[in-house]
Nanobody
Framework: QVQLVESGGGSVQAGGSLRLSCAAS????????MAWFRQAPGNEREGVAA????????YYIASVKGRFTISQDYAKNTVSLQMNSLKPEDTAMYYC???????????????????WGQGTQVTVSS
């Protein structure tokens, strides 16, 4: 059983930066695909970024490419999401997710991930 705990959310003005972290425990960390999803009120949960089980394949939704970077620290069992040039439309609850299977083109489908964190709120004001 994998446990995921997110941290690093908060409130920033447009153009600012935040770094989200997800601490993983209870599994063989290096063999999981790891992803960040977000959900704003009234919207569906959408995949933002992911790292696949091979440790090198990364994926981003178009709206965050060039602004967000997903990375992992195997020594600390954490996966991070560096978010720069934040926009009001980035406001959402952000969730960390993990799954033991390779995701490939299906990385952005929330139902493919077995383990979830509790979420951390990101609010960007204009």
């Amino acid at each position: 059983q994998v446990q995921l705990v997110e941290s690093g959310g908060g409130s920033v003005q447009a153009g600012g930066s935040l770094r989200l972290s997800c601490a993983a425990s209870g599994g063989t960390y290096g063999t999981y695909s790891m992803a960040w999803f977000r959900q704003a009120p009234g919207n569906e949960r959408e995949g933002v970024a992911a790292l696949d089980t091979d440790g090198s394949s990364t994926y981003y939704i178009a709206s965050v490419k060039g602004r967000f970077t997903i990375s992992q620290d195997y020594a600390k069992n954490t996966v991070s999401l560096q978010m720069n040039s934040l926009k009001p439309e980035d406001t959402a609850m952000y969730y960390c997710a993990a799954d033991p299977l390779f995701q490939g083109l299906g990385w952005g489908t929330w139902g493919r991930y077995r383990y979830w964190g509790q979420g951390t709120q990101v609010t960007v004001s204009s």
